[in-house]
């Protein structure tokens, strides 16, 4: 399709992305200076339309996907997506849970171990080949996890407190996203041991993925007001973080679906190619081998007292050298022990017959 488009145009569409991302993000920043609240919730429900999206794609391709890191993560999202949005609801200011002051901030706690967590415990899918990915149970299983959770925060009201207005974060919160961060450097080694059952494309954007939110939650400690300017840099990395996640999944899902749905049958496809392609000149080596070993099994003319051999032209040449010619073989020259003791009884009659009499 690019070759038909002029190469001023193709160059112009390299820049459209990047120049529609920089209006989008410009946006942002003057939405918050005009309403905070609604620039947090832009960002987060595009990180809830990500989600969501990631499992749509993961629940209804799960026969098909080859990669359980892509299905385990595609699944768990769904729940990160429904505590991001609760979230949303119960952010300071958005006057929906009104019967306590500290939900919102629970709730992005909740929603960052659950993802560290996910990111971290799928590469125990790829770790282990006996680990089947069941998906109904993992369904069932982030389902009891999410509920018990939001239990603690909205009914149980047991989840220790993250922030207090007027005071800023509280112990609890800052170390928690210190252990996030842990948890996510530990998913960034394993996804780099791992970065064979990804394809490039999916590897670097999954790496970029994960790093920004660990920057993301390293601002979320700096933090001394929900509207204030360490929280609005915090989400603006948690856009880019998600956004990479987009593209590694979701994106990649539709312009090159193959690569990764099917990416061990490709990689396996790829494999047999190639060792069909050996075979293939294996077998025309042999064939050639073959070739060479039916021209010397015919009739050969050979002279029957000198030995020598009568090629396709008409020409005698030494035994040795036309078997030199039409085979691989080399030879070194000696005596046989019928010969030799030939050889050493002529030797001793010509020097009894050259030796002078003794007078």
Not at 27 to 40: K, P
Not at 255 to 272: R, S
Not at 323 to 343: D, Q, R, V
């Amino acid at each position: 399709m690019n070759q038909l488009l002029p190469t001023d145009q193709i160059s112009g569409n390299k820049f459209v992305k990047p120049f529609i991302l920089l209006l989008i993000l410009a946006g942002l920043y003057l939405t918050s200076l005009y309403n905070y609240l609604l620039f947090h919730s832009l960002v987060e429900f595009f990180s809830i339309f990500v989600a969501f999206t990631l499992f749509m794609l993961a629940w209804h391709a799960r026969q098909y996907i080859q990669n359980p890191y892509i299905s385990f993560i595609g699944i768990a999202y769904l729940f990160i997506g429904f505590i991001d949005l609760l979230h949303t609801l119960s952010y300071t200011g958005m006057s929906i849970f009104i019967d306590y002051d500290y939900y919102g901030n629970q709730l992005w706690i909740a929603a960052r171990y659950l993802e560290s967590l996910s990111l971290l415990t799928a590469f125990a899918f790829l770790a282990d080949r006996n680990l089947i990915i069941r998906p109904g149970r993992i369904l069932a299983g982030f389902t009891l996890i999410t509920a018990l959770l939001v239990a603690s925060i909205f009914y149980w009201k047991i989840f220790p407190i993250c922030f207090v207005e007027g005071q800023g974060l509280t112990a609890f919160k800052t170390v928690s996203e210190y252990i996030i961060c842990c948890i996510l450097v530990f998913s960034l080694v394993l996804l780099a041991n791992y970065k064979k059952k990804f394809t490039v494309d999916v590897y670097r954007l999954l790496t970029w993925a994960i790093i920004l939110t660990i920057v993301s939650e390293l601002t979320f400690t700096l933090y001394v007001s929900n509207y204030g300017f360490a929280n609005l840099v915090g989400h603006y990395f948690k856009i880019f973080s998600f956004f990479c996640i987009y593209q590694a999944i979701v994106v990649t899902s539709i312009e090159k679906p193959y690569e990764l749905i099917f990416q061990d049958l490709t990689k396996a496809n790829n494999k047999l190619a190639q060792e069909v392609e050996t075979r293939k000149s294996a077998e025309s080596e042999l064939r050639k081998a073959l070739a060479d070993i039916k021209t010397l099994s015919g009739l050969l003319p050979i002279c029957s007292v000198c030995n020598k051999i009568r090629d396709d032209q008409g020409y005698w040449e030494k035994i040795e050298a036309y078997l030199a010619t039409h085979t691989n073989a080399s030879f070194s020259h000696g005596y046989c022990p019928e010969c030799f003791k030939k050889a050493r009884q002529e030797l001793k009659d010509y020097k009894k017959a050259n030796t002078p009499a003794k007078s």
